[in-house]
């Protein structure tokens, strides 16, 4: 499985950037995706993942300005950012998990599969 984040970039205080992730693999072996970011000086954080089953877990920081969905048939996986602020530059990386599980892990350790990561940056 290799993940392929893009859509990283620099973006003014209030706007929008939309994050994308292909994902090789089958849909099968990857139980929950999406995204976690880590700022400078800061620990690596979830900021959005969708399960398989359809649970989805935002950060509080982000809930009402982003949007994770998962595009099963193209093998996609996004993030739509809205409301962008200053807090929100971080690089971000696409992840995935490959345990079945009756939740939605928090916790990055939980997760199987990274990608590279790409920066965002927003101005203030």
């Known amino acids: 499985v290799q993940l392929q984040a893009s859509g990283g970039g620099f973006v003014q ?15 099968f072996d990857i139980y929950a995706m999406g995204w976690f970011r880590q700022a400078p000086g800061k620990e690596r954080e979830l900021v959005a993942v969708v399960s398989r089953l359809g649970g989805i877990v935002y950060a509080d ?54 990608g590279q990561g790409t920066l965002v940056t927003v101005s203030s």
């Open 13 to 27: 205080a209030g706007g929008s950037l939309r994050l994308s992730c292909a994902y090789t693999g089958r849909n």
């Open 61 to 114: 920081s982000v809930k009402g300005r982003f949007t994770v969905s998962r595009d099963y048939a193209n093998s996609m996986v996004y993030l739509q950012m809205s409301s962008l602020n200053a807090e929100d530059t971080a690089i971000y990386y696409c992840v995935g998990d490959r345990v079945r599980r009756q939740y939605v892990a928090k916790l990055s350790s939980s997760y199987d599969y990274w």
